[in-house]
């Protein structure tokens, strides 16, 4: 986790929800609220600028879903699968992706403030050029994601697999990376200066300063 005081908020849920078939939506629902969708598979809908608010999903499958620009606020995504969805310039806000299947899903470009994915498996992720507030990955499995030129405002990493990321022209001021695990990391030398990292993590940083280490 990030060093310092986060802010992170919950999802304001509502205490009861209007339980709804996910293949029942329709093209004209532009804004659905205060709905829960539990089973069901999604197969190649448009959900292009639509906006989820007070929703919950539990054990959603998408399946070629194309959710760009989409705007989600107060959303809890359980058990689902988003493996190669498209999220390019969505929303979220107060969101929370707990035991999720992310393999390749793409986020570039999206805007996420008060997140939390926990226990997924995001591997082969996208998030290049996203910007990012108050997002905790926490046993999420990243290898091989791509974090490229990211903005990392109050970001935490952990007990994360980040093996192979790429965090190319991406600040990792303050980024907290000690407790997550990896062989191989992809970043930019100028910008890893305030990274907190474990004694043993910090070994692969000075060999990326071109330092030798010798032992003892």
């Known amino acids: 986790m990030l060093s310092g005081k986060r802010k992170r908020q919950q999802p304001k849920l509502s205490k009861f929800h209007e339980e709804m078939a996910i293949e029942?939506?329709?093209?004209?629902?532009?804004?659905?609220?205060?709905?829960?969708?539990?089973g069901g598979?999604?197969?190649?809908?448009?959900?292009?600028?639509?906006?989820?608010?007070?929703?919950?999903?539990?054990?959603?499958?998408?399946?070629?879903?194309?959710?760009?620009?989409?705007?989600?606020?107060?959303?809890?995504?359980?058990?689902?699968?988003?493996?190669?969805?498209?999220?390019?310039?969505?929303?979220?806000?107060?969101c929370v992706f707990k035991d999720c299947k992310l393999t390749g899903t793409d986020f570039t470009s999206a805007q996420l403030a008060h997140i939390v994915f926990e226990a997924c498996d995001g591997k082969y992720s996208h998030f290049s050029f996203a910007q990012m507030h108050e997002v905790d990955f926490e046993l999420t499995d990243l290898s091989e994601s791509n974090f490229y030129e990211c903005s990392l405002k109050q970001v935490g990493f952990s007990n994360c697999r980040l093996e192979a990321v790429n965090f190319t022209e991406t600040n990792l001021n303050g980024i907290d990376l000690s407790t997550s695990t990896y062989d191989q990391l992809e970043v930019s030398i100028d910008q890893v200066e305030g990274c907190i990292v474990s004694k043993e993590q910090a070994i692969g940083f000075a060999q990326l300063l071109g330092l030798r280490v010798k032992n003892e």
């Open 41 to 94: 598979i999604y197969i190649d809908h448009e959900f292009e600028r639509r906006s989820f608010d007070d929703v919950l999903f539990k054990r959603v499958r998408f399946m070629s879903g194309n959710l760009q620009r989409t705007e989600f606020v107060d959303v809890v995504f359980d058990t689902c699968d988003f493996s190669n969805v498209q999220f390019q310039h969505a929303s979220f806000h107060r």
């Open 24 to 38: 029942n939506l329709s093209p004209t629902d532009k804004r659905i609220e205060k709905v829960q969708f539990t």
